[in-house]
């Protein structure tokens, strides 16, 4: 684990949106393929791509594919493919073919094995495990990351690349990338912020804490990158 503390978010989200365009750059295939998660701290990177970075940015080579997804329509302000639609992609020149969306409006089980089926056809498999370039995921309050939760052990485990889950409170079903492509994925990264991260982020060095988001720091095959704020870099003792 690799962690990057700025002073505040918008330092984090820059310096983050650098980190992914400086791997584009550097990677040899002709597309980047990146799984976005949704959240309010995803929506000011957004924002910032959008207004900084446009012209830096070579849209025609990133691909856009989604680590969870709310079942909901793509209008429902709970959408994470409508969220990045309006904070992102309204603003940049990318082509609709470069976003490959989960269907919340659909069946849940259904669209996740179509959208399993898809990101297997669309994403270079080893093994058959689809091994995205890059996965962005936040962490929840509750050490959740993608929307497999504290309790749902068994998408840390399963082979199935996407599943249906429920959040434990609300029981709103989600699709959720699981964990076994996510700690496939050739870069992974946390973006974290506010003071409500910090005991999250200091958890993923405690070697008893195997709550989701940590289970992903400490089983990925390679270094996860942690981008945050001081707000969340700081101890809980200080």
Not at 41 to 67: C, G, H, K, N, Y
Not at 107 to 116: H, K, L
Not at 124 to 142: Q, R, T
Request: contains cysteine; negative net charge; aromatic residues 8%.
């Amino acid at each position: 684990m690799k962690k990057n503390i700025y002073p505040k978010p918008e330092d984090a989200a820059r310096a983050l949106i650098l980190h992914i365009l400086q791997l584009a750059e550097q990677s040899p295939r002709p597309v980047f393929n990146i799984a976005l998660s949704g959240g309010n701290t995803p929506a000011l990177m957004f924002d910032i791509w959008a207004s900084e970075f446009l012209r830096q940015t070579q849209w025609e080579r990133l691909r856009f594919f989604w680590v969870d997804e709310r079942c909901v329509p793509p209008t429902d302000r709970q959408s994470n493919y409508g969220m990045t639609r309006r904070h992102l992609f309204d603003h940049v020149p990318i082509a609709d073919c470069n976003i490959f969306r989960i269907h919340g409006e659909n069946d849940p089980q259904d669209e996740a094995e179509r959208y399993a089926a898809l990101v297997a056809k669309e994403v270079a498999c080893i093994e058959g495990m689809p091994v995205f370039d890059f996965v962005l995921l936040g962490a929840g309050d509750d050490g959740h990351t993608s929307s497999i939760f504290p309790g749902q052990e068994e998408l840390l485990h399963t082979e199935e690349t996407y599943a249906v889950s429920a959040h434990p409170e609300t029981q709103q079903l989600r699709i959720a990338l699981t964990a076994q492509p996510i700690l496939h994925a050739l870069n992974i990264a946390f973006l974290m912020t506010g003071p409500s991260k910090a005991p999250i982020l200091q958890s993923f060095s405690d070697p008893e804490e195997m709550r989701p988001a940590a289970f992903v720091v400490k089983n990925a095959l390679r270094e996860v990158e942690i981008f945050a704020d001081e707000a969340a870099g700081r101890k809980q003792d200080e």
